[in-house]
């Protein structure tokens, strides 16, 4: 199977340093646009002879390629120079709570390949991160693989995560994974950085690639068995102090016009709008639904207690959002998850409430659409989580270093 991205995946750049070594100049041309010695001398400042030496290095480390020669103004043609995705591999992974997708990816966000399989999330880390780590050595062994590096690892899970650390905490869907060293146990299969983070960050950044790449505002929220936000604002992933930023799952609904809640009704959001809260609801109501696929199927087959349903989950959302967008002024809000794939009802439920209770000013030009990223945003997400990292400044000087040593 082969995935690709629309466009290179943009990497966080930070701002430039006062003299910028080898790894600021290049985030220069993570962009993908071949430049020369000279055009990249007057980008930085610096004297052609530095750049000169730096650009040399980056080439023997192999993070940059020839790209062949710029038009001559007189004289021996410039050559040019370009990054090169296939210095290395991340290996990219998706954990659900019924299954997982494995990716390698090179350093431009292109997926070469992956493989899907069904798991049970309680199996617990162990079990399941062998089987996963088993499925990554395979890929890596097939031949769009050969000839490159592994570089790093990326994971998400469907749970909160002490991004800092990589270890799930309190996760309630993962029984046996709370504060398990995910970095440390996969380490002993592959010696480089691991990073983990939940499911609904990777697929904010997955999103974000794929299809609002020039958006620098854009929430992503996933309505499942549970319910989550990733937010990007400036550009960046948002995680907050302990990486646990978008909880919206928790936070106590208020009941608006119209709702049939009882007065006192103190649910959280995930207790009155998840795919399993709806599920559970119909179940009480005589309907077979025993999980959020049962609900989409309910939805699919025209079936009207579970289209209200969902488009009163929707409303439920919508309360949640309207504070959030009044408080981060989005220019995008992506619904995404298994409930919002059920059809038009769970975002027309989000529209009819954001666009009456934020204030104007945030919602005049703000567009609350459905996921177009598809299946591949999570391993896209993680792969792009991991190339930022690798390829960060830091980590080029250091790649150099070791390579030129």
Same mark, same amino acid.
């Given at each position: 199977?082969?995935?690709?991205?629309?466009?290179?995946?943009?990497?966080?750049?930070?701002?430039?340093?006062?003299?910028?070594?080898?790894?600021? =100049?290049?985030?220069?041309?993570?962009?993908?646009?071949?430049? @020369?010695?000279?055009?990249?001398?007057?980008?930085?400042?610096?004297?052609?002879?530095?750049?000169?030496?730096?650009?040399?290095?980056?080439?023997?480390?192999?993070?940059?390629?020839?790209?062949?020669?710029?038009?001559?103004?007189?004289?021996?043609?410039?050559?040019?120079?370009?990054?090169?995705?296939? &210095?290395?591999?991340?290996?990219?992974?998706?954990?659900?709570?019924?299954?997982?997708?494995?990716?390698?990816?090179?350093?431009?966000?292109?997926?070469?390949?992956?493989?899907?399989?069904?798991?049970?999330?309680?199996?617990?880390?162990?079990?399941?991160?062998?089987?996963?780590?088993?499925?990554?050595?395979?890929?890596?062994?097939?031949?769009?693989?050969?000839?490159?590096?592994?570089?790093?690892?990326?994971?998400?899970?469907?749970?909160?995560?002490?991004?800092?650390?990589?270890?799930?905490?309190?996760?309630?869907?993962?029984?046996?994974?709370?504060?398990?060293?995910?970095?440390?146990?996969?380490?002993?299969?592959?010696?480089? /950085?691991?990073?983990? +983070?939940? +499911?609904?960050?990777?697929?904010?950044?997955?999103?974000?690639?794929?299809?609002?790449?020039?958006?620098?505002?854009? =929430?992503?929220?996933?309505?499942?068995?549970?319910?989550?936000?990733?937010?990007?604002?400036?550009?960046?992933?948002?995680?907050?102090?302990?990486?646990?930023?978008? +909880?919206?799952?928790?936070?106590?609904?208020?009941?608006?016009?119209?709702?049939?809640?009882?007065?006192?009704?103190?649910?959280?959001?995930?207790?009155?709008?998840?795919?399993?809260?709806?599920?559970?609801?119909?179940?009480?109501?005589?309907?077979?639904?025993?999980?959020?696929?049962?609900?989409?199927?309910?939805?699919?087959?025209?079936? #009207?207690?579970?289209?209200? &349903? @969902?488009?009163?989950?929707?409303?439920?959302?919508?309360?949640?959002?309207?504070?959030?967008?009044?408080?981060?002024? /989005?220019? =995008?809000?992506?619904?995404?998850?298994?409930?919002?794939?059920?059809?038009?009802?769970?975002?027309?439920?989000?529209?009819?409430?954001?666009?009456?209770?934020? =204030?104007?000013?945030?919602?005049?030009?703000?567009?609350?659409?459905?996921?177009?990223?598809?299946?591949?945003?999570?391993?896209?997400? #993680?792969?792009?989580?991991?190339?930022?990292?690798?390829?960060? /400044?830091?980590?080029?000087?250091?790649?150099?270093?070791?390579?030129?040593?």
């Amino acid at each position: 199977m082969l995935w690709f991205t629309d466009a290179m995946v943009d990497v966080l750049r930070p701002a430039a340093a006062a003299n910028p070594g080898a790894g600021e =100049i290049f985030q220069i041309l993570r962009d993908g646009q071949a430049r @020369t010695k000279a055009e990249l001398a007057s980008l930085t400042g610096l004297a052609r002879s530095t750049v000169a030496l730096r650009v040399d290095a980056l080439l023997a480390a192999d993070l940059l390629r020839p790209a062949g020669e710029a038009v001559s103004t007189g004289g021996r043609p410039p050559a040019r120079v370009a990054f090169n995705p296939r &210095a290395g591999l991340v290996l990219a992974v998706d954990l659900g709570a019924t299954h997982a997708t494995v990716a390698v990816a090179d350093l431009a966000g292109v997926i070469l390949d992956a493989h899907t399989r069904t798991i049970d999330i309680g199996d617990g880390p162990e079990r399941l991160l062998d089987v996963i780590l088993a499925d990554g050595a395979g890929l890596l062994a097939a031949p769009s693989a050969a000839d490159a590096h592994l570089l790093g690892i990326g994971i998400g899970v469907p749970g909160p995560v002490e991004h800092s650390t990589g270890r799930p905490t309190n996760p309630p869907i993962m029984p046996g994974w709370d504060r398990f060293d995910v970095p440390a146990y996969v380490q002993r299969t592959f010696d480089v /950085p691991v990073l983990v +983070d939940n +499911d609904v960050n990777i697929l904010a950044l997955g999103e974000h690639a794929t299809t609002w790449p020039h958006i620098d505002d854009l =929430i992503f929220v996933k309505v499942s068995t549970g319910i989550g936000a990733g937010i990007i604002a400036g550009g960046q992933l948002q995680r907050g102090a302990q990486g646990s930023a978008g +909880d919206m799952g928790h936070v106590q609904v208020p009941s608006g016009s119209g709702s049939s809640r009882e007065p006192g009704d103190d649910r959280d959001l995930e207790a009155l709008a998840s795919g399993s809260a709806l599920a559970a609801a119909l179940r009480g109501e005589g309907h077979e639904a025993h999980g959020p696929s049962d609900v989409v199927e309910l939805v699919r087959s025209g079936n #009207a207690a579970a289209i209200e &349903a @969902t488009r009163q989950a929707g409303r439920d959302v919508g309360e949640v959002l309207a504070t959030v967008v009044n408080l981060l002024n /989005p220019s =995008i809000i992506v619904l995404g998850g298994s409930i919002a794939r059920a059809g038009e009802h769970l975002l027309a439920g989000v529209r009819e409430v954001v666009y009456r209770r934020s =204030i104007p000013l945030a919602t005049q030009h703000l567009a609350i659409v459905q996921s177009q990223a598809g299946d591949r945003a999570a391993v896209l997400g #993680a792969a792009i989580m991991v190339a930022r990292e690798v390829l960060s /400044p830091a980590s080029v000087d250091r790649h150099v270093a070791e390579k030129t040593r």
